[in-house]
């Protein structure tokens, strides 16, 4: 192979790792690119209320454990929701994911769930950090 040949092909994988980097990045916080700003800058009624918190922990275990763990640190390709994304993530923007959910992610709709207790569950979420 000559000197050009050898350049080219590392270029190739390096900027197809890259790609796939940033794909990758795209893919995990796509879901918040999908909530409106409305919803996004809502706060939560139940912020700083310890008993939301012990309440949101119950419903956490009782709806989301399966999925994310006992401990919310995932399970299987189940994301961990200690994770930055989460962790970073505005209130207003877990509400509305529990509510819509992420089909493509495998993360259902839980808008069965009384809006009080999606509230509930988001400031158990907050407590994880």
Known sequence: ???RKVFNHAFAICLF???MLVAGLAVEGSWSAKV???ERTRANPYDNDAQAV???QK???QYCASCHGVTAEGKGKRPNLHSETIRNAKPGELQW???NGSLGKGMPSWSRLA???RWQIVAYL????
Request: hydrophobic share 45%.
């Open 97 to 99: 994911l529990l509510t």
């Open 17 to 19: 790792a890259c790609c």
């Open 126 to 129: 907050k407590t994880l950090q």
């Open 1 to 3: 192979m000559t000197v």
């Open 115 to 117: 809006e009080q207790q």
């Open 54 to 56: 012990l309440v949101g």
């Open 59 to 61: 419903l956490f275990l």
């Open 36 to 38: 409106p700003e409305k």
